[in-house]
């Protein structure tokens, strides 16, 4: 079966950290990029960030640079993102994606072929 589960979402107070992970089934993930993406309410899906195959390249969105850290485990077919320093403007469904090849290698929505259902983050004040 072919799914991304996310996990890890939930409250936290404006300074905190949080860690999401992606958990991927039925998908060539060692071959995949994958990235994440949020949707605050009443605005459009954002690119958050995508790691390629290797796990040597990452990019993020200059709104997230030196806060968000993201990470893949090939072994464990998982993707991780790393949240530090949370402020109100990260409020927003958190959804993991798989850009499967054979590859885009981007940025926009499109790009990504699977989309895992969404965890919920929550930054107070």
């Known amino acids: 079966q072919v799914q991304l589960v996310e996990s890890g979402g939930g409250l936290v107070q404006a300074g905190g950290s949080l860690r999401l992970s992606c958990t991927a089934s039925?998908?060539?993930?060692?071959?995949?990029?994958m990235a994440w993406f949020r949707q605050a309410p009443g605005k459009e899906r954002e690119f958050v960030a995508f790691i390629s195959w290797s796990g040597i390249t990452a990019r993020y969105v200059d709104s997230v640079k030196g806060r968000f850290t993201i990470s893949r485990d090939n072994a464990k077919n998982t993707v991780a993102l790393q949240m530090d320093s949370l402020n109100s403007e990260d409020t927003a469904v958190y959804y993991c994606?798989?850009?499967?090849?054979?590859?885009?290698?981007?940025?926009?929505?499109?790009?990504?072929?699977?989309w895992g259902q969404g965890a919920q983050v929550t930054v107070s004040p």
């Open positions: 039925g998908i060539p993930f060692s071959g995949s990029v």
């Open positions: 994606a798989a850009d499967v090849p054979p590859v885009v290698v981007g940025s926009a929505s499109h790009d990504y072929d699977i």
